[in-house]
Antibody, heavy 120, light 110 residues
Framework: QVQLQESGPGLVKPSQTLSLTCTVSGGSISSATYYWTWIRQPAGKGLEWIGRIYTSGSTSYNPSLTSRVTMSLDTSKNQFSLKLSSVTAADTAVYYC????????????WGQGTLVTVSS | QSVLTQPPSASGTPGQRVTISCSGSRSNIGSNSLYWYQQLPGTAPKLLFYMSNQRPSGVPDRFSGSKSGTSASLAISGLRSEDEADYYCASWDDSLSGWVFGGGTKLTVL
């Protein structure tokens, strides 16, 4: 049973870069052809897809965030990560990492989420 | 403003059948599978339906999904108090080349 756990700073200053890591247990991120994805949810609001990364390392991002987002894999640590640059208060949200469905178009297994607040 | 449109709220009494709608366009629901997620209070979302009408193991058959054209719906029969949650629809959008979500529907069991 694959499990995912987000980690990273809970507070980021405006204009800085938000960095989160998702640690995968119960399976290797490089042993199967899956997409790994990030989704966020501002308090009291809906879900927003940030982007996904394939086990090959290829990525696709939400067009509204693509200029600020970078995703990467670290197969040695069985982790994948998210970097979001030039953050503002609008980036304050719970950030979830997830393993996508086999077709890559849905999130089958989710982490518990981590709250990131952007404030000075 | 979400790409997919859902009613913000829905309600029903225990035992009733309720439906939640999701409306999109040709570039998303009209040409791709539709997915439903359930988010219980204070928890991460959980995949409820994939490929429009397939339930992952563990999801009760009280839940059913359907899609027609650019719209879809989630039906819950035999409503229970533990079904009180937020429900989100989602799909791939060919124009945006990414996942899109509905704004979510808060289901209240009266």
């Amino acid at each position: 049973q694959v499990q995912l756990q987000e980690s990273g700073p809970g507070l980021v200053k405006p204009s800085q870069t938000l960095s989160l890591t998702c640690t995968v247990s119960g399976g290797s991120i490089s042993s199967a052809t899956y997409y790994w994805t990030w989704i966020r949810q501002p308090a009291g609001k809906g879900l927003e897809w940030i982007g996904r990364i394939y086990t090959s390392g290829s990525t696709s991002y939400n067009p509204s965030l693509t200029s600020r987002v970078t995703m990467s894999l670290d197969t040695s640590k069985n982790q994948f990560s998210l970097k979001l640059s030039s953050v503002t208060a609008a980036d304050t949200a719970v950030y979830y990492c997830a393993r996508a469905c086999s077709n890559g178009n849905c999130a089958a297994t989710w982490g518990q989420g981590t709250l990131v607040t952007v404030s000075s | 403003q979400s790409v997919l449109t859902q009613p913000p709220s829905a309600s029903g009494t225990p035992g009733q059948r309720v439906t939640i709608s999701c409306s999109g366009s040709r570039s998303n629901i009209g040409s791709n599978s539709l997915y439903w997620y359930q988010q219980l209070p204070g928890t991460a979302p959980k995949l409820l339906f994939y490929m429009s009408n397939q339930r992952p193991s563990g999801v009760p058959d009280r839940f059913s999904g359907s899609k027609s054209g650019t719209s879809a719906s989630l039906a819950i029969s035999g409503l229970r108090s533990e079904d009180e949650a937020d429900y989100y629809c989602a799909s791939w959008d060919d124009s945006l080349s990414g996942w899109v979500f509905g704004g979510g529907t808060k289901l209240t069991v009266l």
